[in-house]
């Protein structure tokens, strides 16, 4: 069962690297998620952050919230388009971000300590493979039938 082994080691090694955002930058997992989304995009919009930080929109905008109370994200609407915003990291947000990456990189490092070069290598052409095949997954017959569910803090609806 490859997502419940994948879940626990994410539950296992993921659970360091927040704990450390968390006590030493105040920033939860999935403001780090956008903030290194936005950090490799800047100037994405709205919706196109939410689509590469795989997060629906809701999630992304309060993720942005909360970097945006910490001054390390701006909005700024599009000239000529006012609905339309563009996100950006200020000027101390790319200190921040300075700050967190490499403790971040430490802990993937750490994680992987494990692994030869050649396996660390054919892991991730492994991973990447399984993450392309997936993405292909909801256009497959057998798949594309099944209804979306989004959840709120009211519990599951489908869409």
Same mark, same amino acid.
């Given at each position: 069962?490859?997502?419940?082994?994948?879940?626990?080691?994410?539950?296992?090694?993921?659970?360091?690297?927040?704990?450390?955002?968390?006590?030493?930058?105040?920033?939860?997992?999935?403001?780090?998620?956008?903030?290194?989304?936005?950090?490799?995009?800047?100037?994405?919009?709205?919706?196109?952050?939410?689509?590469? *930080?795989?997060?629906?929109?809701?999630?992304?905008?309060?993720? @942005?919230?909360?970097?945006?109370?910490?001054?390390?994200?701006?909005?700024?609407?599009?000239?000529?388009?006012?609905?339309?915003?563009?996100?950006?990291?200020?000027?101390?947000?790319?200190?921040?971000?300075?700050?967190? @990456?490499?403790?971040?990189?430490?802990?993937?490092?750490?994680?992987?300590?494990?692994?030869?070069? *050649?396996?660390?290598?054919?892991?991730?052409?492994?991973?990447?493979? @399984?993450?392309?095949?997936?993405?292909?997954?909801?256009?497959?017959?057998?798949?594309?039938? @099944?209804?979306?569910?989004?959840?709120?803090?009211?519990?599951?609806?489908?869409?």
């Amino acid at each position: 069962m490859l997502l419940f082994r994948i879940n626990r080691f994410f539950g296992a090694a993921g659970g360091v690297a927040m704990r450390m955002c968390e006590a030493r930058f105040g920033l939860t997992r999935r403001e780090w998620g956008v903030m290194a989304t936005v950090a490799m995009n800047e100037g994405l919009l709205s919706s196109e952050l939410a689509e590469k *930080a795989l997060l629906d929109r809701v999630r992304t905008s309060r993720a @942005l919230g909360g970097l945006e109370d910490k001054g390390w994200v701006q909005r700024q609407p599009l000239p000529g388009d006012r609905r339309r915003i563009a996100i950006y990291l200020t000027d101390e947000g790319r200190r921040m971000y300075g700050l967190i @990456l490499p403790e971040m990189a430490k802990i993937h490092l750490d994680l992987v300590s494990v692994l030869s070069d *050649a396996e660390l290598a054919q892991f991730d052409d492994m991973l990447a493979r @399984l993450q392309a095949h997936a993405q292909t997954l909801e256009q497959q017959e057998h798949y594309a039938d @099944l209804p979306h569910v989004t959840r709120s803090s009211r519990g599951k609806r489908l869409k």
